[in-house]
């Protein structure tokens, strides 16, 4: 009987409407004891799609890419991170539970066994789905008493009840983890909020006009998502995705525009300015971390004793910057110089390079740790339990956190730390306006003009 009930269900699968694809499975009403067992129960029908998911960046947090002339693995699992929680390696039960799986808490993880995938992450559509911030990817189970942080109580999860909702991936979906990256809604990217879930035409035109959905840019080979942050993604070469995969040939009645789209990107125009709707994060300071005081009155100056000084920004106009595909990184044990601004991450590119386009940013200002003699960018352990003897955000001890969050790493510690300046450089791709609302010419070119000519190489406006 349960043959034919699995053939039943594998044809109404490729049944065309979302509706079609969640009645199928309001048979698997549980009970559920936990997620892995929902992930059988899927597998079930589903073997081939599970083998497929452990060989995508989405699974395996990192990819093969050419890194300094070297073929390497490289990607979030092993990057220095950025400004916002520093580093994965160090803080794996937290940054997992954005982990499309389950039970990432350290190195001894099982990348091969399909049962720790978390299908419902992506094709849940009940929103009720929700994982513990830091389960390591697993949600709180029925019988289970989890707070994070103290005080907040984490409510259990009915499995039964999102495994019947399940449906290709909605926007809401993949905002569970993207919107919100970063310690809070749009905290990160500053082109990625809840708004997005349903937005209006203005605030993103593909989205709210269109109707378009993630996948229809995002598209999935084999459960392996395109589109990557350049942050993550160095050296993947030239843009894996462009808007100019959907919009072909000369798109303007203005012959002059279209002579533009070689040296600028369409996002430059029609990503007039970004964090319209939630705020983003604009600099993070560390360093005054630690202190018993209260965030003021400005809802866009924030104080977290376990985080420091936060300051955000909201309706902002793009930082501008000439770009051709990679992106200059550093990577973790790389040596800097503490006496100037360390770029982290930044776009390569400039006006003498052909393959080079003018593209939007977001630029991020932050001061974090680093090691006083090895002189490398340190990576603590900030988040935790609260029987952490490690985490910041318990113990309030830099160099504990430094020191488990390094030896977590494979990375060595002097034992002594100070405070760099950092920038991190953000690609804008989201919250692209209707036409008539693109930047017109006088936005850029003229006296009140918006860009820095000089700083783009330039020596005055090239249109006089």
């Known amino acids: 009987m349960r ?8 044809l109404a699968c490729a049944s065309t409407s979302d509706a079609a694809l969640k009645g199928t499975h309001r048979v698997f009403s549980g ?9 059988r129960t ?20 990192s990819k093969k890419q050419t890194l300094n002339g070297k073929s390497v693995d490289y990607g ?18 937290g940054c997992t539970s954005c982990h499309a799986g389950y039970g990432w808490e350290d190195s001894s993880f099982d990348f091969t066994k399909t049962e720790n995938i978390d299908c419902l992450i992506c094709h849940d559509t009940s929103g009720t789905y929700k994982k513990y911030a830091l389960g390591a990817g697993h949600p709180v ?56 879930g349903n937005p209006t035409p203005e605030f993103d035109v593909h989205m709210g006009a269109k109707g378009l959905t993630c996948e229809s840019c ?21 843009r894996a995705m462009a808007c100019t995969d959907c919009h072909k040939g000369d798109l303007h009645k203005i012959a002059i525009l279209n002579k533009h789209m070689k040296r600028v990107a369409c996002q430059t125009c029609h990503i007039p300015t970004y964090a319209k709707g939630s705020p983003t994060v604009l600099s993070w300071d560390w360093s005054t971390a630690g202190k018993d005081q209260k965030t003021g009155g400005d809802p866009l100056r924030i104080y977290d004793k376990a985080r420091g000084d936060l300051v955000l920004g909201k309706d902002l106009t793009p930082t501008l910057m000439w770009y051709n595909g990679t992106v200059e990184r550093v990577f973790l044990g790389d040596k800097i110089d503490p006496s100037k601004v360390v770029r982290l991450s930044a776009p390569r590119g400039e006006r003498s ?41 318990v113990k309030f001890d830099w ?60 020596t005055k406006d090239p249109r006089g």
């Open 399 to 458: 160099n504990k956190a430094i020191t488990a969050g390094m030896r977590e790493a494979g990375l060595p510690y002097s034992g002594k730390f100070g405070w760099i300046e950092t920038t991190t450089v953000w690609s804008l791709n989201h919250m692209v306006v209707p036409k008539d609302k693109a930047l017109r010419c006088q936005n850029c070119h003229g006296e009140n003009g918006r860009i820095d000519w000089k700083g783009l190489g330039y």
């Open 3 to 10: 043959k034919y009930l699995l053939l039943f269900l594998a």
């Open 141 to 196: 189970y029925p019988g289970e008493h989890k707070e994070y942080p103290p005080g907040k109580v984490w409510e259990p999860v009915d499995l039964g009840f999102a495994t019947q909702s399940i449906s290709r991936p909605t926007r809401a979906a993949c905002g569970n983890c993207h919107f919100y990256s970063g310690g809070g809604e749009n905290y990160k990217h500053g082109d990625l909020d809840a708004n997005l």
């Open 353 to 393: 390079d052909p393959d080079s386009r003018i593209f939007p940013f977001k630029v991020m200002q932050a001061k974090q740790p680093y090691d006083l003699e090895n002189l490398t960018v340190v990576v603590p352990n900030i988040i935790g339990p609260a029987e952490s003897d490690s985490a910041y955000s």
């Open 42 to 61: 899927c597998s079930g029908c589903h073997e081939k799609l599970t083998k497929q998911i452990t060989e995508t960046v989405h699974w395996n947090w």
């Open 31 to 39: 009970p559920f004891h936990d997620g892995p067992e929902v992930t």
């Open 76 to 93: 979030k699992k092993n990057a220095l991170g950025n400004s916002f929680c520093l580093a994965v390696p160090s803080n794996l039960p």
């Open 218 to 238: 995002h598209k999935a080979a084999n459960h392996d998502v395109k589109g990557e942050a350049i942050s993550v993604s160095p050296g993947s070469g030239p």
